[in-house]
C-alpha cells in the first residue's frame, strides 16, 4: 500500500454508487464506485440497502483498486476516482 495515499473511514451511499475518501499529500480526492463494480468484487446483487456492508466486505481490493487509478491519474472531469 502506498504510505502517501490514506482512506478515511468515511463512506456514503448514493443512489448508485458508494462514495469514500483518499487523502494524498493533503488533498483530499473524492472516489466513487459504482454498485455494479461493487457487486463484481464483492459478488453480491448490491443496493442501496447492502452497499456499505458489501463495501466494508472488499475494502481492501476497493482501496488497492483507487491506488492504481490515481497513480495512473484516472480523474474524472471533477477531479474525483469512479472505479
Known amino acids: ?4 495515499l490514506i ?3 468515511d463512506v456514503t451511499v ?3 454508487t458508494v462514495i469514500f475518501t483518499a487523502q494524498q499529500q493533503g488533498q483530499n480526492i473524492n472516489c466513487k464506485i459504482s454498485f455494479v463494480a461493487l457487486g463484481e468484487l464483492s459478488l453480491l446483487q448490491v443496493n442501496i440497502h447492502n452497499a456499505a456492508m458489501a ?4 475494502r481492501f481490493d476497493i482501496e488497492e483498486l ?3 487509478a490515481i ?3 484516472l480523474f474524472e472531469d ?3 476516482i469512479l472505479l
Open 71 to 73: 497513480k495512473d491519474e
Open 55 to 58: 463495501f466494508e466486505q472488499v
Open 78 to 80: 471533477d477531479g474525483s
Open 1 to 4: 500500500m502506498n504510505q502517501s
Open 66 to 68: 483507487t491506488e492504481h
Open 7 to 9: 482512506f478515511g473511514d
Open 14 to 16: 448514493g443512489e448508485n
